[in-house]
T-cell receptor, first 115, second 114 residues
Framework: GAGVSQTPSNKVTEKGKYVELRCDPI?????LYWYRQSLGQGPEFLIY????????DSGLPNDRFFAVRPEGSVSTLKIQRTERGDSAVYLC?????????????FGPGTRLTVL | GDSVTQMEGPVTLSEEAFLTINCTYT??????LFWYVQYPGEGLQLLLK?????DKGSNKGFEATYRKETTSFHLEKGSVQVSDSAVYFC?????????????FGKGTKLSVKP
């Protein structure tokens, strides 16, 4: 079946602009995760949804970052007043959300470049 | 704070060589430990895991043993293939931490030459 998809694959924007990044999880997966991967670094956790609610948003770096998942499926990561330091690959993952360990399945990422 | 330290790459090996990628972690309690792999042009994939001390995770010929006493989870493979060329990430979830909060190392790039 289809894996996790993310759009766009690449996004170039100017400093100060607003951007939205979309994630389509695997069908039926109730848990969804966002990570950010800067050049030469490992992925860094941002936020985790269980259904429609954010179960853990401790990784969001500041209030310019916000994520929603209104119907418990697709999620949008929103970044306001982008800064050059926001340039990174933004990864989305989903899992079945059942009790115990759930393997996270990752999408290909959105490469964000802030000029 | 909680963190993962893994050996820096790139690592270049000849086909059929033995592979070790070192990984140590800093965390309290008994975190769950993982190795993820990213093949060129693909998304991150779970390679193997271990959830308690002395557990050995294994998959596709790769192995790693959870060593609580040395806080390590080194990745090994006895005979690498060209198709193993990828970036390997060591990661953990804190003991009692939320499911989603994987903490990753910086990754180690492996290149295997024929």
């Amino acid at each position: 079946g289809a894996g996790v998809s993310q759009t766009p694959s690449n996004k170039v924007t100017e400093k100060g602009k607003y951007v939205e990044l979309r994630c389509d999880p695997i069908s039926g997966h109730t848990a969804l995760y966002w990570y950010r991967q800067s050049l030469g670094q490992g992925p860094e956790f941002l936020i985790y949804f269980q259904g429609t609610g954010a179960a853990d948003d401790s990784g969001l770096p500041n209030d310019r970052f916000f994520a929603v998942r209104p119907e418990g499926s697709v999620s949008t990561l929103k970044i306001q007043r982008t800064e050059r330091g926001d340039s990174a690959v933004y990864l989305c993952a989903s899992s079945s959300g059942q009790l115990g360990f759930n393997e996270q399945f990752f999408g290909p990422g959105t490469r964000l470049t802030v000029l | 704070g909680d963190s993962v330290t893994q050996m820096e790459g790139p690592v270049t090996l000849s086909e059929e060589a033995f592979l070790t990628i070192n990984c140590t972690y800093t965390a309290t309690g008994y975190p769950s430990l993982f190795w993820y792999v990213q093949y060129p042009g693909e998304g991150l994939q779970l390679l193997l895991k271990a959830t308690k001390a002395d557990d050995k995770g294994s998959n596709k010929g790769f192995e790693a043993t959870y060593r609580k006493e040395t806080t390590s989870f080194h990745l090994e493979k006895g005979s690498v293939q060209v198709s193993d060329s990828a970036v390997y990430f060591c990661a953990f979830i804190r003991d009692g931490g939320s499911q989603g909060n994987l903490i990753f190392g910086k990754g180690t790039k492996l290149s295997v030459k024929p």
